[in-house]
Each structure stands twice: as C-alpha cells, then as structure tokens.
C-alpha cells in the first residue's frame, strides 16, 4: 500500500455531509481523504513506503464564536481540523466542516417518488398532526429538536432504488417541539415523538453521504412515544431510544402535558396510559429503509436519556435525566435481547468527589428483579399508581412507611403486598429509594463505553440540588455529596469488573459491572457572567449531555445542552493526552444532539451531530446577543422551527505540516 492510500486511509475519518468517517485499526490502515459537502477529492500526498501508516489522531482546537462575527454564532460553525500523525513521524493536518442531510420542515425524498416532511408529526393512526395556531395557515406540525441518532448498515441487500454505492441507514429521532406557529404556544411533551428510517447513499470512493429515502416508523405498536431524547445504536445494530421525564402516575390526573399528549396522540386526552411511557423502545431497520419498533418494559420506568450496552451483548448501564436520579444496570438473559432480564441500581460508597484525583467512590449493586417486557407490560396494561404502591408527601407518623427523596422532595411510600415486582420496574424511582439506592444524581445524561480500558462515562448536565450538602433534596446516606453546585456539571468515568457481587452476595452474570467512580472533567461556573454572557467557562465543557466514544481515535466526545453557555459546543477528549478540543459550536440557543461514532462503515468512520432548538433564548443567557442574534438565526433557520441533522465532514482541502521533532 502507498503512503497516498495510507493517508487517504487516515482521513476517511472525515467524509461528507453530517458524519465524520474514519477507517481501518489506527495502528494499521489509514484514513482516506474525503471530499467536501460537495465531494471534491483532497490533494494527495506524495507516496512513501509502504509500511508507514497512521501511528494517531488528535483534534486541533477551533476558538469559540465571537459577536466580532455575529453570522457565526448563528449557525453550525466547525473551523477544528483533524490531525494525523504517521508512523514516520510526519503530521496532516485535515480542515473539518459541517454537512447536513436536511433541516426539519424540509420536503424529502420519500422513496417512492414523491416526498415527505422531515421531522413531521403523525397520530396513532398515522395521520399527519396539524398546527392550527395561525389562522390560514395551517400546517402539518413538525419538530425543531432532532436528537438521537444512529448510523448503521445491514448484511442484507437494499431495496432502496437510487443506491448507486453503498446503502446505509441511520435512525433520527425527534424530542419534541418547542412551540406552535403562533411563535408562543409552548408544544413541549404535548405531541408524540417521531422518528424515521434514513436512507442513504454512500459514496465509496468518498465516504460522503446522500439522502436517498426517508421513512416515519408507524409507533402505534408503542402506543407512541414520549419525549425520545438521545440513543445509541446497540452492538447487534438496532437503534436504542429513550422515553425520558416518566409522568408521574401518581399525579397524573392533574398533569396537562400529559392529556394534550394524549389528545393529540389519541384524539382522547384520558386514553393514553401513564404506565405505557418511561421505557426504552428498541427500532430494527429492515432493507426496504422502513423500520419496526417495540418498548421494552423490564428495564425500568426512569427518565431514559441514553443506554449504553456493553461488548457482551447483555449488560447495559443507562442515564437517568432526572433530580433524585440514579444509577441503573440492567443484565439480559440472553445476548442481543432486551426484552427479558435483572434490573440493579447503584448504592455508592464514600468518597465521591469532584477531583479527577481522588480515590473515587465504590459501586455496590441493589438488585430491583427480575422481569420479562411482556409481564410488566400486563402489568402496565391493567395496574393503577394506587394498586402498587401507597405514596404520601407530608409525615404519616407510621413506621410501614419509607421515607425517600423524590424529584427534589421527600416522600414517604409503602409497597402493597404482593406488588414488588410492579414497583420495582414501574415506579423504579420510588422502589429504588426505598430499596436504599443512592437516588441522589441530578440529571444524569449520556452513556457510552471506553472498551479496550474498560471503563464507561457518564454525563451529569448539572451537579445541583440533591448532590450539595445540605439541600432540601440532599441525603447524606447517599454518599453523592458535593459542598456547592456546579451548574457546568460534570463527566464521570466507572471502572468495569467482573466477578462482582450485589448487595445480598449473589454473583453478577457479568464481566461489565461498573465498580468503582472517578470525576473525569468538570467545568467551571463563571462568578460574574463574561462580556459574551457566558455564565460557564467558555472553555471548559458545559453541562455536558450526549457522550460517545471512538475507540479509533481514543476519544471521548461530548455534546452540550447547557444554560450556561451562549453557544453550545461539541468537545473531543483524547484519554491519552487528556487535551480537550473544541470541534464545533452550535446556533445560539441551540443544544448539541444526535451524537454518534461509528468507528467503521464500510471502511469509514462518521461522527453524527445533530442541533435543535436554534434561537431558544434564556434572558439572563443571552441578554447580551439575543437583539443582534436573533433575525440571523430565524433567517438561517425556518423563523426557529427548524434544526439540523447532520455529520462532520473534511474540506477539500489538506496541509502537509512535515516530520515531527
């Protein structure tokens, strides 16, 4: 092999719209040189020997966006590069860029020679949900926040027509809309979650990605879904979802998010059952670019953000965006099948601490049960709140009672004879407390695995509320404690073992069981806001929320939704070096979404990064930039009802830096 292929090899990490591709080992083949959004060749290298090949790769930090450009800081702005560094010691530095595969409110390629409206809303029956805010004006509601995302391929031949390379898939699904057209009806919760089958085209000379079908998943099986915010795509290639914010079943007749939901699901705002939501839909792609889904029911009922499974096949450790949250684990019967298995949450030993160089804190595990999906579904179908457990908020003065943090308060509850089994998978929150889980996370976000250390991260948004000492949702049995909030939050790293044992010294069929917590990365909460507005370290991460993780380029990436940050960024961490890149900086007002890495596919590697709510304005965020800012992000961005989907990409482009010293 040449050294023109071995860095061609090398740069794959970097094809076109939307996702960032990388190929082969990073020790052995290269990446290739991808084109542009436009899918223009990158200027070849001379040819070497044969035996030189990629040694690493690391990410040249691009500086945050500035009013000194007011354009930039309204829109998706990547002015990074990526640098390789050869067995030979020479360095290519490689210009990255943004590629979208649509904005949400677009017309696209339905497949069938017609087309279909991204991120648009359907009932239960599969009829399209129409915003009637603006008289004569009516229109098909559709989302302004994609989220998760996977990309992935199957071993059976498309269907697709239009596939001139190889077919690819990737699933997108989309959290909510903020609001109608009225500009001031807020819509959040109220509409069931989308999400869609993408087919796409891959270009094997390029690695660059064209639109070629897009499908919306008939979710009726689910009952639809609810609040769907980040995923991962599992080992065996499904597309994992979430269900995030669980309704509480308790309080649930008083809850108007909950019957708009169901109205506009249902056309009955009672009919949608509270029991039905807060679980984790699994969606199989199928060749034909449509996909199938079903929930899983035995994984908890928790605010689901993002499950990572582990290289077995069956362990999978999950995010609870939630404040009380927890830890969870859950450990299949059976490898690549969700639908049956144990249920744990983490019961947390001192020595928590926000030092990256402390001792950590160890990891103790509370098994809840043991359940199939399809007995806590019938549970689910025919249990009320009332039949499973007794739940009051003020002192009953009875010792039946527990008293729990719940949500930020206390709670005191009782399990009804014979309904553990029911409250441990559907009021998981409430069953974990009282079982004596350390219920004191405050929005646990992504997941994501480190395979070759073994070692698992997980993202907390903020480290608020029930994590500081002496807050009224603080408990000090917890062992989470921390003297002041860090609203810039945090990322966690777990150690994975085997042969660990639960709380009652039963084994744990696995040999992925997180053991021991270290903090990995905080930011910084700024005293007196900057001249920007920003209340966080610009850079430092701020309330991190998606994580993936590249065993390729050993690195850990993590997307923003942060109140803190006037743009929110995407940041790469290599765990070698410990340097930490800025890659990208979404649209003011907007959270980074739909994170994912594929190592490789097809021989590349593509990196998937999603915005959505462009121009969600916070007064005391963005009173410095909102009056300059906001017509550029309504302009760029369908008046702010739309949001991208799409991956990082090369420029066309490429610099030979020379040996290094």
């Not at 292929?5 to 719209?17: D, F, Q, S, V, Y």
């Not at 990409?649 to 040996?659: H, I, R």
């Amino acid at each position: 092999m040449s050294n023109t292929m071995n860095r061609r090899n090398a740069l794959k990490l970097l094809a076109t719209p939307l996702m960032l591709p990388i190929t082969g080992g990073i020790a052995g083949s290269l990446l290739t040189a991808c084109g542009g959004s436009d899918g223009a060749a990158v200027t070849t290298t001379p040819t070497l020997a044969p035996s030189i090949g990629m040694a690493s790769a690391s990410f040249v930090s691009m500086a945050a966006p500035s009013l000194a450009v007011p354009a930039d800081m309204a829109k998706t702005l990547v002015s990074s590069a990526l640098q390789v560094t050869f067995s030979d010691k020479t360095t290519q530095t490689f210009a990255l860029a943004y590629a979208p595969f649509f904005t949400t409110g677009d017309l696209v390629p339905d497949g069938k020679g017609g087309t279909i409206l991204a991120g648009g809303y359907y009932d239960i029956n599969n009829k399209p949900i129409i915003d009637t805010s603006v008289a004569g004006k009516e229109r098909q509601f559709f989302s302004d926040s994609p989220d998760g995302t996977s990309l992935l391929k199957l071993d059976k031949p498309t269907t697709v027509a239009g596939i001139k390379g190889n077919a690819v898939y990737a699933v997108v699904q989309f959290e909510y809309t903020t609001r109608a057209q009225d500009d001031a009806t807020d819509m959040y919760g109220k509409l069931p979650s989308p999400i869609a089958v993408l087919t796409l085209d891959q270009d094997p000379a390029t690695g660059k990605l064209s639109l070629v079908k897009y499908h919306n998943v008939d979710t009726s099986s689910a009952m639809g879904l609810w609040i769907t915010c980040g995923s991962s795509l599992s080992p065996w290639g499904t597309h994992l979802s979430s269900e995030e914010y669980e309704p509480d079943a308790f309080t649930v007749a008083s809850n108007a998010q909950f019957k708009a939901y169901s109205k506009n699901t249902f056309g009955d705002e009672t009919k949608a059952n509270v029991y039905h939501y807060g679980h984790l839909p699994e969606v199989t792609v199928n060749p034909d670019g449509t996909g199938s889904i079903k929930k899983h029911y035995c994984l908890g009922r928790i605010s689901h953000e993002l499950i990572q499974v582990m290289p077995d096949n069956r362990t999978a450790i999950m995010g609870d965006d939630a404040t009380n949250g927890g830890f969870f684990m859950f450990v299949a019967d059976k490898e690549k099948d969700l639908s049956s298995g144990s249920l744990y949450v983490a019961k947390f030993g001192a020595g928590f601490s926000l030092d990256p160089a402390a001792a950590g804190a160890p990891i103790s595990w509370i098994k809840l049960g043991s359940a199939t999906s399809a007995e806590i579904k019938a549970m689910a179908d025919t249990l009320k709140a009332s039949d499973i457990m007794d739940v009051v908020t003020t002192d009953p003065a009875d010792a039946s009672y527990t008293k729990i943090w719940y949500s930020g308060k206390p709670q005191w509850v009782r399990v009804k004879p014979g309904k553990e089994k029911a409250a441990a998978f559907l009021e998981t929150h409430r069953y974990a407390a009282l079982k004596g889980g350390s219920m004191a996370f405050t929005k646990m976000e992504g997941t994501t695995v480190n395979t070759k250390d073994k070692v698992a991260y997980s993202a907390l948004q903020n480290m608020q509320s029930s994590m500081v000492k002496g807050n009224a949702a603080w408990n000090p049995d917890y062992n989470i404690t921390i003297d002041k909030a860090l609203n810039a939050g945090g990322v966690l790293a777990h150690t994975l073992s085997a042969g660990q044992k639960d709380t009652t010294a039963t084994a744990i069929n696995s040999e992925w069981v997180p053991s021991l917590t270290k903090t990995l990365l905080i930011g910084e909460d700024l005293a007196v806001a900057d001249a920007l507005g920003n209340l966080a370290n610009p850079d430092k991460i701020g309330a991190p929320d998606n994580l993936k993780f590249s065993e390729k380029l050993r690195t850990l990436f993590i997307g923003e939704d942060s109140s803190y940050h006037v743009n929110n960024f995407l940041w790469a961490y290599n765990v070698d070096t410990k340097v930490l890149s800025r890659v990208a900086s979404m649209p003011s007002g907007a959270e980074a979404t739909g994170l994912g890495v594929v190592d490789d596919l097809n021989g590349w590697t593509y990196i998937t990064s999603n915005f959505q709510h462009p121009g969600d304005w916070i007064a005391s965020l963005h009173g410095k930039v909102q009056s300059t800012l906001d017509p550029l992000v309504r302009a760029n961005y369908k008046n702010r009802f739309g949001a991208q989907v799409g991956y990082l990409t090369s420029v066309a482009t490429s610099v030979k830096l020379g040996k290094t010293s």
